[in-house]
Each structure stands twice: as structure tokens, then as C-alpha cells.
């Protein structure tokens, strides 16, 4: 019986950035990454080119994280103080191709750290490690649009992921990562007409919307995570069959939503049938990333450093090619 | 998948005799095609056409069910490529493996207590998989028949040697077990040994080609409830078989019609769940594993859970008053809708806040704050009535009440209605951590 495989015909493909910026290339970072550039379906190389894998990034605050899970304090306890050497750690010992530096400490509630103190961890981020940086604010609008122009200006050349960019926020980060050439996140809130139409509101600032990296926001597994999936899946169909306002490589807080879940934390004296809480932690963040992943996440932000081994030994047996 | 009105007519007699009750063949046609007549109306209708409409009729994914007794589980009898077209209706089945050669006894048992409960929803893993590792018929029906004395679940009987399979199935095959499987060097025998004892079969080729042939040589052959194991023990290689014979069952390409089984290859426990992970997420219908940890299964079944969840329908918590931490009649109450997104989304910030609290859930079927409050179902008199129902005049020793700031504009009916004091919380669950500090430290 001749068998001939189904293949979608696409019309579009995926966006390709790249982040960071080697000294050629006007920066100081030693590697970079290129994501994007998919014309198939995740991991489906039967049907088209998949130039790029996912990568997976590390979280680094510039606050000491005091409601992390104990469990963190063996691998990161002895660094939690120091932004840099934290970052250094995460690439050097834990396998992470980018660090994802949050500037928690900017939040009025968490220390109200300057503009000026946000520039100096960064400086020490980037003299500390090689690898491209995604840097993210406080989530507080005004305050992130203080920070947001110092940031990128200090950063300049290096060719940064800033984040986020919000519907109703979105002018100040756009106008100040376009005078100094970085990438943005675009996030939207698990709803993909808001997704589609900030691309579009950012593509009007004169913005190149290739460099737009999408957070759809994903949500914990177990906490709406189908939701995120689901959204994922369409916008990346959506964006292969021809809508280009889609057509952009997708970023996860993986590790921040998981480690929110009760499953994650919650001792085993407390729900006996769970099992040992550091394992289940993991995987219920591996879990989350491995899920995504299949729906077209390109880039994992990840806390745990066993969970950054298994999920790249994940998108190494994905990116096998096969093929009939 | 089914054919359109115009498909269906071509097959009809088109004399417009009106002795189905419908004016035209053309409408009787379409009625058809909506599922709003059966071809039973019609008299005259050739055999021919009959044999063509039922098998567009039939499901593009053939049904199998594995096990009897009380539990069974159902393959198959899938309709979509993607969750939110509709929804996956028949959840991956998980398979432990456990050798003959080790203590089946004591892992069947230690494997029948495996249920899991979260979010108010209960988990099994499905199916225990009794691998022919000692290549023994004698080990390997001692095996199956000890692990029948321990558990009533779902049992796949893992052995190519189809003179073991034959002796397992002396003692099993009242379990309608899954044979696994089929292949090119046991085929006539396994095929036999599938149909006389009236038992699903896997059936594995060396690639998914050879896999489809022997399925539609084996169905032909009269074992009729098949699974499809495409033979590969690769990720990707297993993945894209995976996704091919979904898009081809559901265009209806002969051999491709069944459900379909991954087996799990990684090495360590961890590695294995996020493999699995991505053949879940692929379609797959039964998929095989060894890691048996509490700590692993569990994030693996919830994303099936998940995976499986209608998008139609939004999902919803238990309503009624929930205790976050060592409550005290001092606790302060939140009131959220039993959303649950909306739910856990609040109890985790309040969880976080580390203030012991109440959380209201009042029952707005699983809506959301400002869409139940548009409805109708999120307002002063639902809460009040809540506060009612649920005795939480009782449990605490004031009253007042916190309320989504997205809907501050019911706090005077709410007043009115229940006579508690009304604060109006932040808009967003985020903002709880602030809220808590400002207004309880």
C-alpha cells in the first residue's frame, strides 16, 4: 500500500531574531541565539524547515527571591544577594543560553530600587556573563517606564529582549528599545486578538515587528495552562497560514508560573499521595515547559537547574529530524 | 467528518418520491447530512449506497476499549487535529511497565494504590504493562496471573513470543488485555490468538508503512479492535507518526483508522515524563512507561487532565467557603467567583500574602468576575445569599467581606443585603500582597 504523508502547504513563516550581540556585532556578548524561522509546525520536519530550537533561559532577580521555595536555596542561597554572580552560576553550572534578569527590587512594593541601581545590576549582568539577556521590569507601569529608557540606553549594542510590553503599556518600552535597537516582548493577557492587535499597535510606532518576541502568557500547568496552549497553538497555525500580525516567535515565564502552583511547593507530610516535593516541583515545571514547547514556545524561562537539563535533552530529541 | 448534502444526494434515488416524508431527494439529503433524518426513511435507497453512507457514518477513529469489569478505559473514537476545534474526547491511557522477572506481585500492588486527587478531581494511572522480559512462557504467565490477584485495572501483556502471549491468555484473557503486539515474525499467530480470544491487539511494524499494511491485513484477518504502535523509539520519528496517522484517520485513509500507542525509551525516571509529555501532546492513545514515582505521575495526569478539558466549557470549582492556611474567626474573607481559573488564581495570592483567610467561592457556574457580574450571577444578593448558605456568620467573628475591585459598584447592595461590610479588594489577584499589608498588618 503506497503511503503518501499529509503535509500542510504554509504560506508564511515565522519571524527569526536574534539576541545579543557578539563585539563584531557591537556588543560584548560571546554567544547569541537565534529563534523564530519556523514553516511548520513544532517539530513536525516532515513538513518544513525548522531552522532554529528553542532555548532555554534562566531566571535571575536583583532582589533576593524570599518567597522561593526553600528547595532553591541549595543552588542558588549562596548567590541570591548578588545578581551577577547569580547569572554566572546559571550559565556556568546550570547549562542556561540566556539569563532573563528581573528587576523585581524596581517594585515600590519590593524596595523601590532607582532607574540608576536597575543600570548597575544590568552592568554587572553583563560584565558577569556571555550570553544574551532578556531583561524584564517590575510589572508596575510607571514605575517600568522610568527604568525602561535607563535600561536600554545602559544596554545599547547589546542588543537585549525588554519586557513587557503591555496593551495599555506599551509606548515607552517600544520608543525606548527602538532608539537603542533591542528586541521586545509583546505580552497579552491568554487572549489572542489583544496579541495580534499590540503587534500591530507596536508595528505603528515604527516599530520592525520581526523583532517582536510574543508572550501570550502562559499560565501553570494545572492552572489554565490549556488556555496558553490552546492560544499557542492558534496564533502559530494562524501565523503559518498566511497572518503575518501573528507571526512571531513565542517566550514563557515557565518557571514563575510553575512554582506558583501548589503542587509545586506543598510538603509531602501535607498531601502523602503527592510524593517528595522537590521532584514534583521539577516536573510540574518540566512538565509546563514540555507541554508548551509542543505548542511553538521559543523561548523557556526556566527556575530550576534540573529542570533546564531535562527540557533541553527534550528539545534535542525533538529537533531530530524525521522524515518520510 | 461525515459527507456533505450534496455527496449524500448523489447515493439517493433522486425520484423526489416524497416517501420519506420530505419533499425532494436534495432535501432529504440535507437533512441527512445534519443528522435530522435516517436513511431508514427511505425505501428505495440501493445496498450500495447504504454500505457507502454508513461507512462515512462510522467514527474516522475506530472505538477500543481496553479491560472489563469496572474498569475499563476507551482508545480512540477521536474527531479532532487540534483541542480547540472541539475537543479530544478519550484520555491517554498510561501504561506502567514492570518486568516478569522482577516482584510483579508487589509492584501490581504498590501499583493498584496509585490514585491521585487534586483540585477536587481523582487521577488513575490506567493500565499496568507486564513486559516478557525473562522470554520465559512459564515466568510470563506467573507474572500476569499474580499481578491479576493484586489489581482490577487495565493490563497489557508486552510479549512478541506468541507462545507466551498464548499462555498469559490462558489465565488473562477475561481481562480483555491488550496484546502487545503483533509484528511481522508472530503476525498469523498473535492475529488468531487476538480474535478467538476477543482481545485488542497492538500491532508494530518497522515503520509506520509496514505498521498500517499489517493493521489492515490483521483487521481483515478478523481481530478487529487494533492499536497502532508505528515502531518507532525515537521522539521526533514518534511524533510525526504520531500526527500522521491522526491527519490520516481522520481523512479516512484505509489502515490508519485505529487508536494509536507510543512506548517511552529515556533513560531516567524524570526524562521519561517530559517524553511522554510530547506524545500526550501528540495524540498518543496509550503510552507505555516505567517511572512509577507519586511525585512524577502526578504533574503527567494533570496534564492530561488538562489536555482533555472541553474549551466550550469553562471549568469550575466546588462553590462554597474555602480555609486557606490555620483560619481563625479573626480571618478576613475574600468573596471570587468559582471560576477556576479566577479561583486559584486568588487562593495562590492569598496563599502568598501568608494570612490565614477565607475565600467565599460563590457558584456563578464557572464564570469569570466581571463576566458573572455582567450576568447576573456575581452580584450583591448572590454573595449575600452565599454568606447565608455557606454559615459564615459563624465562623468568624466580624463582619466584613473583601470583593474584586472590578466590580466595587455592588458594595451597597451587597450592604443592604447581607448586612457585612463591604472592602473593596484590588482589581487584580496581584495586587492581593499589597492589599493584605496596607489593610490586615
Known sequence: MAFTPLKEKYRNKVAQITLGATADQGGTRTSTVTIGGEQALPFLHFEGEIPNKPVVALEVWDIAPTEWNACFEQYYGDVYSDPAAWAKKCVEEYGAEMICLRLKGADPDFGDKSPEDCVATLKAVLGAVGVPLIVLGCGKYEKDNAIFPAIAEAGEGENLLLGVGEQENYKTLTAAALGYKHAIIAQSPIDINIAKQLNILIGEMNFDTSRIVMDPTIAALGYGIEYGYSIMQRARFGALTGDKAMANPMIGNVGFEAWRAKEANASQDDFPTWGEQEARGIMWEATTAASLITAGLGIVVLRHPKTVELVKKNIDDLMVPATY | MGLTGLQI??????????????????????????????????????????????????PPIKKVTLGAGDFTRTMGDETELFRHDKKFFNETVIAIMVEDTEDVAAKAEAFDKKVYERVGLTFYTDALAIVNASGDAGKFKAAVEAAMGKTDRVLVLCSEDADAMAAALEVAADRKPLICSATADNFDKMVELASSKGCPLA??????????????????????????DSGSRQVSQTVADLTQIRRQALKRTKGFGFPTMAVVTAEGDMDQIVEAVSYMSNYAGLIALKADDDALLLPLLSWRQNLYTDPQKPIAVEPGLKEVGEVTPDSPVYTTTNFSLTYYIVEGEVEASKMPSYILAVDTDGISVLTGFAAGKFTGETIAAAIKETGLEDKVNHKNIVIPGGVAVISGKLEDASGWKVLVGPREASGIHKFVRENFK
Open chain 2, 203 to 228: 500491532v508494530k511494524g518497522a515503520n509506520l508503512e509496514e505498521t498500517v499494511e499489517m493493521a489492515t491485513k490483521a483487521f481483515a484477518a478478523g481481530a478487529k479492535e487494533l492499536v497502532l
Open chain 2, 9 to 58: 444526494f448523489k447515493l439517493l434515488p433522486k425520484t423526489n418520491c416524497k416517501e420519506c416524508g420530505v419533499a425532494t431527494c436534495m432535501a432529504f439529503a440535507m437533512a441527512l447530512a445534519n443528522a435530522k433524518a435516517s436513511l431508514d426513511q427511505c425505501p428505495y435507497v440501493s445496498d450500495e449506497a447504504k454500505e457507502q453512507l454508513d461507512a462515512a457514518a462510522a
